[in-house]
């Protein structure tokens, strides 16, 4: 299968019988309509968000940042597929209640954003997570992958998977992985 430019600057997923010149999966598509620049910057506004939301406890704020339907892999690796943002907003209110009652402040900084098609970008970003537990300051790192589409309400986080940086979690390997 292949991405092809329709007449009207939009991409289509066709085969490589079609008559319009295609591209190839894999190879760089260029972006129409608005510059990758604008799109980055959408996409880090996302990004933002959930930040604002897990850094006020806006249960809320967060799930803004998710489509309706999405998929979630938490940091223990638990998967909660085709959740709704209300399962998203409970979900995270009892992470904040029970884990972080002293409060949580998350940073993410965004590593890198690539567009598959016009509509669909996957970004990574660290985390670092700072809260209080037991009275003492702790820290946890992390590294998120995000699917994300265009809509109606701009870019959206589609798929999420949480994961950790931490020695203590990943002791068996090496450096390199």
Known sequence: MFYYLERDSRFRLGD????????????EIVMTGMSETAVEREIRLT???????????????????????????????????????????????????????????????VTGIRALTPDIAVAHATSENEFVAAGEKRSLAGSLTLVLVRSEEGWLIDAFHNGTREARFAGHLDQDG
Request: net charge negative; aromatic share 8%; with cysteine.
């Open 16 to 27: 490589r019988g079609c008559e319009t010149p295609t591209l190839g999966l894999g190879e």
């Open 47 to 109: 990004i933002q968000r959930l930040a604002d939301g897990w850094n006020r406890q806006d249960a809320r704020l967060f799930s803004l940042a998710f489509t309706e339907p999405h998929d979630y892999v938490a940091i223990n690796g638990h998967q909660m597929l085709r959740q709704s943002r209300e399962d998203n907003e409970d979900m995270h209110r009892q992470v904040w209640n029970r884990l972080y009652p002293e409060g949580s402040r998350i940073e993410l900084n």
